[in-house]
């Protein structure tokens, strides 16, 4: 058995587990520490501060999810001040081995071990995923998260993607009206300008201005809250119309993969679940012209486990053994 601290970085939080390899089974996670960004000047701080909650000694390998691009000398992140030279981070702290992915490829590795039970059914045939091929693994969240997890021969292999940043195409007279507002501020409007946490404001928005009707103004949690729970019929709206837009997004994206199965990861999924069974995402999904009947046989599954970066992180670890 081999232990490794596990770490998914983003923004906001840094979350910090113990994690244990075996080769004939998934990763086993420990006690999941979470730490604010802001609290910390770097991530060897935030890992003094675990190291300390540990009791002073922790392992000497590391898998760290991070959310953004994992390449070039440094990287930089877009929510909060912390910057990691790889070249150097291992020594900076203590570790032996060390392996740096994106957080949407830890997601797309947590997907490959997965218990049946963690991959809810959102449409397509009942059963497991297909033992060979490739998985679509994709996630609204800050942006749009895309990866492919190959499975070949036994292995899990996972491919990091900038599928969200691929170009958006309009599909009915109100995606067109969205696109024209959107141009007016982007250059170039990729999908995750329209499916994304953030996107739902912009819908809202430009339904509100073609409606003739008032727009009040609330943070991004208070507008998903009121669309959620329907407190607010336009709020609503807005998210039906994102979840169709998602419905065709991830159907291109599946047809571009040559996949044969779609996962949906993240906690703003697991929040529309019930919209993401409907028909305003499959109907979109499937509607692929000549490929709709090929679309239908797609499995479509809602990943739900608490810190599948975590897991991913280690399960990404161990497949490179």
Do not use: C
């Amino acid at each position: 058995m081999t232990e490794l601290v596990a770490v998914d970085l983003g923004g906001t939080h840094a979350r910090f587990a113990i994690a244990e390899l075996h080769g004939d089974r998934r990763p086993s996670l420990g006690p999941v520490a979470k730490y604010r960004t802001a609290d910390y000047p770097g991530l060897p701080a935030a890992w003094a501060a675990f190291a300390e909650a540990q009791g002073g000694a922790l392992p000497k390998a590391a898998s760290i999810a991070i959310a953004g691009p994992v390449e070039g000398e440094l990287i930089r992140f877009t929510n909060n001040g912390w910057t990691i030279r790889p070249a150097t981070l291992a020594a900076e702290l203590g570790v032996e081995r060390l392996s740096l992915l994106n957080d949407f490829a830890a997601m797309a590795a947590a997907v490959g071990v997965l218990d049946e039970d963690e991959l809810i059914h959102l449409g397509g045939p009942q059963g497991p995923l297909p033992a060979e091929g490739v998985t679509t693994v994709i996630g609204p969240g800050t942006g749009l998260g895309v990866a492919q997890l190959l499975r070949r021969r036994g292995r899990r292999i996972v491919l990091a993607t900038e599928g969200g940043h691929i170009d958006f195409a309009a599909l009915d007279g109100f995606e067109e009206k969205l696109l024209a507002r959107l141009r007016e501020r982007h250059r170039r409007v990729s999908v995750e300008r329209i499916v994304s946490g953030p996107a739902l404001a912009d819908i809202h928005e430009t339904l509100a201005l073609l409606g003739g009707r008032a727009i009040v103004p609330r943070d991004d949690a208070a507008l998903w809250q009121a669309a959620t729970d329907g407190s607010d019929p336009l709020a609503a709206e807005a998210l039906d119309r994102l979840v169709m837009a998602f419905g065709a997004v991830a159907g291109d994206l599946a047809l571009a993969h040559g996949a044969h199965a779609v996962v949906i990861t993240g906690g703003l999924a697991n929040r529309i679940e019930e919209r993401l069974r409907g028909p305003l995402f499959h109907d979109r999904f499937r509607a692929k012209g000549r490929f709709e009947h090929r679309m239908a046989t797609f499995p479509i599954r809602l990943a739900r486990h608490a810190e599948a970066g975590l897991l991913g992180a280690a399960a990404a670890f161990q497949e490179d053994q």
